[in-house]
T-cell receptor, first 111, second 115 residues
Framework: GQQVMQIPQYQHVQEGEDFTTYCNSS?????IQWYKQRPGGHPVFLIQLVKSGEVKKQKRLTFQFGEAKKNSSLHITATQTTDVGTYFCAGPSGGSYIPTFGRGTSLIVHP | DAGITQSPRHKVTETGTPVTLRCHQT?????MYWYRQDPGHGLRLIHYSYGVKDTDKGEVSDGYSVSRSKTEDFLLTLESATSSQTSVYFC??????????????FGQGTRLTVV
């Protein structure tokens, strides 16, 4: 079945540095979603991208959907300690609507 | 947060015993999901439901069963718990299928320990 691969698994940064996580699918996705999970918490929906080449911004977060709709990235500018958590991408599985999650990237921000 | 309640929030059970986890929603969303989360594996789908009495298997369904007799409730049952089922279980709901309105809203999670 479809797999959504996410890298890196972990990322340590100093506060103020930038951070990027990448998501790659073996098949074309109808959409891609991004979630954030704080330590000890539950995943929280951040955004959904639907169009080829789409770019969306939320304050310091920039989300991109690749032209072929097989990859996506989340970039955080000037990280803050409040950005700590695990970021997941999710794409529909096998043409269905069921979100298939990547393994996530855990972001650790050192003050 | 969306109106999703998972119960219990924590449970310790013995190997071989049956366990039922409950997910209750007040959003009237059609789709409900059970995921398990383990270190290094992210969120893996156990079972999902696309309507009352309509359920299907996910990628890690062995050892689990589900039931949905009402729109608002989705039950996950471990018929005979094993130590490999020690995990954090998340229920999620979504409103619609297709490309739109498919974002998932998660419950707070249930931490299950099988000893």
């Amino acid at each position: 079945g479809q797999q959504v691969m996410q890298i890196p698994q972990y990322q340590h940064v100093q506060e103020g540095e930038d951070f990027t996580t990448y998501c790659n699918s073996s098949t074309t996705l109808s959409n891609i979603q991004w979630y954030k999970q704080r330590p000890g918490g539950h995943p929280v929906f951040l955004i959904q991208l639907v169009k080829s080449g789409e770019v969306k911004k939320q304050k310091r977060l920039t989300f991109q959907f690749g032209e072929a709709k097989k990859n996506s990235s989340l970039h955080i500018t000037a990280t803050q300690t409040t950005d700590v958590g695990t970021y997941f991408c999710a794409g529909p599985s096998g043409g269905s609507y069921i979100p298939t999650f990547g393994r996530g990237t855990s972001l650790i921000v050192h003050p | 947060d969306a109106g999703i309640t998972q119960s219990p929030r924590h449970k310790v059970t013995e190997t071989g015993t049956p366990v039922t986890l409950r997910c209750h929603q007040t959003e009237n969303h059609r789709y409900m999901y059970w995921y398990r989360q383990d270190p290094g594996h992210g969120l893996r789908l156990i079972h999902y439901s696309y309507g009352v009495k309509d359920t299907d298997k996910g990628e890690v369904s062995d050892g689990y069963s589900v039931s949905r007799s009402k729109t608002e409730d989705f039950l996950l049952t471990l018929e005979s718990a094993t130590s490999s089922q020690t995990s954090v279980y998340f229920c999620a709901i979504s409103e619609a299928g297709g490309s739109l309105n498919t974002e998932a809203f998660f419950g707070q999670g249930t931490r299950l320990t099988v000893v």
